[in-house]
């Protein structure tokens, strides 16, 4: 049965002067090595050397897999030339002409994507292997996906931004929604009662019980280069507000 290792952990970060964020990455090994999301090129060489130390190359990825066509998970698959680049078919056509106000699909997402011979667009219940599947998971994004693999403890949910963390499974509200409010807390729903064990897009990995999310694995993110001591520097814990994208009631897969 296939297995699911996180091999770089996602966190969100928010500055006064923007955002940046590092998606999770995450490796399904089975009859085929398939790598879900690839990050920005701020990870790039973080996650040759994840692989790295794994044994692995990136010609060694049989299959990748974007959860979302946003900017902080859809890059980086270039490094995999010899894999199929799987997309639901609706990121696909959304991300050919997106909202606007949608900040995290810039214009040149599409051309980015289709510039790959190697895309392919799937559906909901795309068999990537046997035990390992693709589900539908709209809200966030129009296409977003999950992963749903069976492994030897149990169904896992490799989620992308369809569940960021911890706090989104528990409540049942995704904070940061381009598509659907309603769609984004179907999907979570959709994706608990699926698996227990999430990989979500920006935490680790936790198991679900009782109503509590218990983490899998022990935090590892260490942030280099800054003197909080220094004039100016402050350190603000205030939870990210939830948004809701302008103009969201004018969503169509039409632009």
């Not at 090595?33 to 990825?61: C, M, W, Y």
């Not at 227990?196 to 935090?219: M, S, V, W």
């Amino acid at each position: 049965m296939p297995t699911v290792e996180m091999l770089m952990h996602g966190i969100s970060l928010r500055t006064n002067l923007g955002s940046f964020a590092y998606c999770a990455i995450t490796l399904i090994r089975g009859q085929k090595t398939t790598l879900v999301d690839s990050g920005h090129v701020g990870q790039r060489a973080f996650l040759i050397n994840e692989l790295k130390e794994r044994g692995l190359t990136p010609s060694d990825i049989d299959v990748t897999v974007i959860s979302h066509a946003h900017w902080d998970h859809a890059q980086n698959f270039d490094l995999f030339d010899s894999a199929p680049l799987l997309i639901h078919t609706n990121e696909l056509r959304y991300a050919r002409k997106p909202h606007r106000n949608d900040w995290a699909t810039p214009r040149w997402t599409a051309a980015m994507l289709e510039f790959e011979s190697k895309v392919q667009q799937v559906e909901e219940g795309y068999e990537i292997e046997p035990g390992v599947r693709i589900i539908h998971t709209p809200g966030h994004s129009a296409g977003t996906v999950a992963v749903v693999v069976e492994t030897p403890d149990g169904p896992v949910a490799v989620t992308g931004d369809g569940i960021q963390n911890s706090e989104v499974a528990l409540s049942g509200i995704n904070p940061l929604v381009f598509w659907s409010e309603a769609d984004a807390s179907r999907s979570i729903a959709r994706i608990t009662e699926a698996a227990q064990t999430i990989y979500p897009g920006h935490d680790r990995p936790f198991h679900l019980l009782e109503g509590r999310a218990n983490y899998l694995e022990p935090k590892r993110f260490a942030i280099m280069g800054l003197d909080v001591e220094e004039m100016g520097v402050s350190i603000d814990a205030t939870p990210r507000p939830a948004s809701v994208m302008p103009g969201i009631e004018e969503q169509t897969l039409d632009g």
